[in-house]
């Protein structure tokens, strides 16, 4: 059974944010490179456990979008119950690690 994608809203703001930086609204590669991205995340639909755990947070797994150096992860938690992915954050894999008190 497939599992629903949430998109949360600071997730959200990550995306337009990766939008922005890359100008894919000036860029037909920067665009494809985008619209990458968005399917990798709906591929979490059907195999959210093929990513790994993450070091900052075991209840949280990433996915890797890109090629070095432009490499994006994003961070989500499986909800079984509500057979939700729930995609918390995307971020430069560059960045410093990942930290969310509120859902630890």
């Known amino acids: 059974m497939a599992y629903l994608i949430e998109i949360t809203a600071r997730a959200k703001r990550d995306l337009y944010s990766v939008f ?3 100008h894919a609204s000036d860029s037909e590669v920067a665009l494809n490179w985008y619209r990458g991205l968005f399917a990798a995340i709906l591929t979490l639909e059907k195999l959210p456990r093929r990513c790994p755990l993450t070091s900052e947070n075991r209840q949280f797994r ?3 979008y890109g090629h070095k150096p432009h490499v994006y992860r994003v ?3 499986i ?3 509500q057979k939700l992915v729930e995609v918390l954050h995307v971020r430069h894999g560059a960045m410093r690690e990942f930290s969310s ?3 630890e």
């Open 75 to 77: 961070i989500y938690r």
């Open 20 to 22: 922005e930086e890359i």
């Open 62 to 64: 990433h996915l890797l």
């Open 79 to 81: 909800l079984e119950k």
């Open 101 to 103: 008190p509120d859902l």
